[in-house]
């Protein structure tokens, strides 16, 4: 009993700081600002996959040309401003979180302070020609897109931050008395704090240009973006931060509270960076873009193979109920009945499982790609797109890649069936006692 105390008090203990951990406002910020502009990238996803596949069907020559001008056009406006829509977003979502009155002036200090950081020149190669030359007076989509995402992330989060700071000094405010229209009261009070704001900001592009030869954007990337990147898109990172997420889940805490800080953001530049190299045809760069597929077929754990597992094996009324009423929204990758209703949460035996089988999942997903059995995922779908069709789409098209999540969700209603079954016999004797 005493042991057992101690395993409540850490797990209690645990889910809390977890939970205050992703209840942070600015990790907060973070998730909002990437489900906000989460359309963009569905939306250049579907434009790779009609210029790449549906369109060389239908049309050859200029006309061909021409349909592709859509999709050339949508990923200008998504994949290629991807860092730029991204800081102002971060910005007024921080703003808004912490009760800061005017977070519009907050989203507009981070997209002045974004493009403060961009270098002065970039070096650009004119067309049809393998020449480099140094242009100035222009923003390269290189340093604005997926490149610069990560710089979006800290500039919007720093400058929105500097920015709310500065505006609660009552000497910075300007005070034009009360029979003023807001609006012009409003942009006056933000006068002071936000020309603070943006000076810094731009005295760190001169420092780093003087001192460094170098810009914000860059030493960011090189600094920041790609170590991380290589380290938690990589396999074992994959799968360990994953694991972590969908075991808070099993404590009542939704996954998101990981996956979304730490892997969903890295994850997206990788895919973006997919997408890009696809429609542009050349080498796709990057195997693990996300855990949707292999790792989530039903929702978190896979859940989609338990209820296979429910409808073919289990013997017990309540639990066939549950996946009965769960199926319909598993389908489309909403398992919150599932894991709530069955119950997964503190459901040892089933723990096990859930927390195991996206693991086996994505490591199948990784060997397959690897090796060539598999298409590179290109094409982001939403998340509520069903098990098979949805691996379809993302791989533009590739037949086999319904056949590997087939085999997977083989795999994980074999390894759910036996924790299924101790799970439904402890049920079964607490019911007894009772």
Known sequence: MKKSGRGTKFLDKFAEVSALIGNEVHLRSLRDAFALIMPLFILAGL????????????????????????????????????????????????????????????????????????????????????????????????????????????????????????????????????????????????????????????LVATLLYVFGNTDLITLVTNLIQEPLRRVNTSLPGIILIYSCGNFLFTLGIHQTVINGTLLDPLLLLNLNENMAAYAAHEEIPNIMVNTEHFGMMGGSGATICLLIATFLFSKMKASR?????????????????????????????????????????????????SLGWLNRVVVMVPW????????????????????????VIVIGVLFYLPFMKISERMLQKQMETE
């Open 384 to 407: 509520t797109t069903p098990p098979l069709l949805n691996s379809y789409l993302a791989t533009a098209g590739d037949w086999r890649a319904p056949l590997w999540q087939l085999l």
């Open 47 to 202: 434009a790779v996959l009609f210029n790449n596949v549906l369109f060389p069907k239908i049309a050859q020559g200029e006309m061909l040309s021409n349909l592709q001008y859509w999709g050339n056009a949508v990923n200008r406006g998504t994949l290629s401003v991807a860092g730029l829509v991204l800081a102002p977003a971060i910005g007024y979502l921080l703003a808004k979180n912490k009760g800061f009155l005017n977070p519009m002036a907050a989203s507009i200090m981070a997209l002045s302070s974004l493009i403060m950081t961009n270098p002065e020149t970039v070096e650009l190669v004119l067309s049809g020609t393998e020449k480099a030359e140094q242009f100035s007076g222009v923003i390269s989509f290189g340093n604005i897109g997926t490149t610069g995402m990560f710089a979006g992330i800290i500039v919007g989060l720093l400058s929105a931050e500097l920015f709310i700071k500065l505006s609660s000094v009552k000497r910075l405010s300007i005070n034009l008395g009360e029979n003023i229209p807001p609006a012009v009261a409003d942009s006056f009070s933000a006068l002071l704090p936000g020309a603070l704001t943006l000076s810094v900001f731009a």
């Open 321 to 369: 109920d549950v996946a009965a009423l769960s199926l319909a929204p598993g389908i489309f990758n909403i398992n919150e009945p599932v894991i709530f209703g069955y119950p997964i949460v503190f459901n040892i035996p089933l723990i096990i499982p859930f927390v195991l089988q996206p693991a086996i999942g994505l490591t199948i997903q990784y060997m397959a790609t």
